[in-house]
Structures are given as C-alpha cells and as structure tokens.
C-alpha cells in the first residue's frame, strides 16, 4: 500500500509542477478502485474509507478545478463545514473537522469516489468557464 501512497503523492506532485496546483487525488482517478483519497501538503497522506457527517447547512460557490480536466473550471456549491471520519495509514480512526478551502477539498474528492465529477455539480449552463493560459 505505501507504493500506491507514494505513486498518488507522485501524481499530485507531478500535476502541480505542470498545472501549478494539486492538494489531493482520489484513488480512481489513477485507476484503483478503492475508497482512499491522497492529500499531499507537506507529504502524501491517506485516508481510507472516509464518511460526512454534520455537514453545515450554510453553503459557498467556489470555481473548483480538477486534475481531470485541469484547464476547466466549474462553478458549485459546497458545504462550508463538515466533519469527515476515516482511517488514517495506520488504520486508526480519524475524526476532522474541516471548514473553508479544506472542506471544499475533501468534497470535492469524495465525490471521485462516487464517480461524481464537478461538471455533474455545476451550478447551472453558465458555470463553465476555461481557466486563462498559463
């Protein structure tokens, strides 16, 4: 499993050198079907088997963008909290509390495990916009 953690922390490395972005991946955007999601920050971090719960019932629009399809942005609605339970690497259970840019970031991923894209979540046909050149 720490192959699979290193090659999915590779990737997010990879795409951010290239895109100038990347936090996170879900383990079926490189082809695993497992519920896993690899946050990359200051080291690639698993967690396993994730789950929502006391999502807030305020919500925010972000422009999200996707290592799908990195020169697309999609307007949608998130949660603006949320708490989200997982296994950590060492399979312990984990409870964080998330809000903001990192609450957005985990949504957005679990929704992978879904098979859910941000184009599913648009807000409406006017949510689509091709990110500038870089």
Not at 65 to 81: A, E, K, T, W
Request: net charge negative.
């Amino acid at each position: 499993m720490a192959d699979t953690i290193q090659l999915m922390g590779d990737c997010i490395l990879a795409f951010r050198e290239r895109y100038g972005q990347g936090r996170a991946i879900a383990a079926p955007q490189v082809g695993l079907q497992k519920r896993m999601i690899v946050i990359n920050i200051d080291r690639p971090y698993p967690i396993y088997n994730p789950g929502f719960h006391d999502k807030s019932n305020e919500m925010f629009e972000i422009w999200d963008d996707c290592m799908s399809f990195p020169d697309l942005l999609v307007r949608v609605r998130r949660h603006r909290s949320l708490k989200m339970s997982f296994r950590d690497e060492n399979w312990v259970e984990q409870v964080w509390e998330l809000e903001g840019d990192m609450a957005e970031l985990l949504q957005h991923e679990y929704d992978h495990l879904d098979g859910i894209l941000a184009t599913m979540r648009a807000i409406d046909e006017k949510s689509f916009r091709w990110r500038e050149s870089r």
